[in-house]
Nanobody, 125 residues
Framework: QVQLVESGGGLVQAGDSLRLSCAASGRTFSNYVMGWFRQAPGKEREFLAT????????YYADSVKGRFTISRDNAKNTVYLHMNFLNPEDTAVYYC??????????????????WGQGTQVTVSS
C-alpha cells in the first residue's frame, strides 16, 4: 500500500484560508484515486473531496463545495486540499486517503485502503 503523510494543519481564525498537503510514498502515486476526509470531535468521519488519477475530475461533499478545492501533483506525489472561508464548524482532524480501485473517484471510506495519520485544523471564531 501507499504511505500517506498529511501536513499543513494548524490554528486559524474564521474566514482564513489553509492548504493541506498529503505526501505519498511507496507506490506509484498516479495509480491512486485520492480523497480527503475529516472527523470532528464526537462525530463520524465524513467525506470531503476526491480526485481522479489524471486530475481532470473532482467531486465534493455539499458541505464544502465552493469553499474547498482538491488538487494533485503527480510529479510531486502530493495531493492538496485548499480550504477557503473557514469557520469553526470546519474544526476537525483531516485525513487523506488513497484508493487503488479501478474507478474515476470514490466517496466511501471503505473504498480507500490507505490512510494518513491526520492533521488537526482548528478554526477559532
Amino acid at each position: 500500500q501507499v504511505q500517506l503523510v498529511e501536513s499543513g494543519g494548524g490554528l486559524v481564525q474564521a474566514g482564513d484560508s489553509l492548504r493541506l498537503s498529503c505526501a505519498a510514498s511507496g507506490r506509484t502515486f498516479s495509480n491512486y484515486v485520492m480523497g480527503w476526509f475529516r472527523q470532528a470531535p464526537g462525530k463520524e468521519r465524513e467525506f470531503l473531496a476526491t480526485i481522479s488519477l489524471s486530475t481532470s475530475r473532482t467531486y465534493y461533499a455539499d458541505s464544502v463545495k465552493g469553499r474547498f478545492t482538491i488538487s494533485r501533483d503527480n510529479a510531486k506525489n502530493t495531493v492538496y486540499l485548499h480550504m477557503n472561508f473557514l469557520n469553526p464548524e470546519d474544526t476537525a482532524v483531516y485525513y487523506c486517503a488513497a484508493s487503488s480501485r479501478p474507478g474515476i473517484w470514490y466517496t466511501r471510506q471503505v473504498d480507500f485502503a490507505s490512510w494518513g495519520q491526520g492533521t488537526q485544523v482548528t478554526v477559532s471564531s
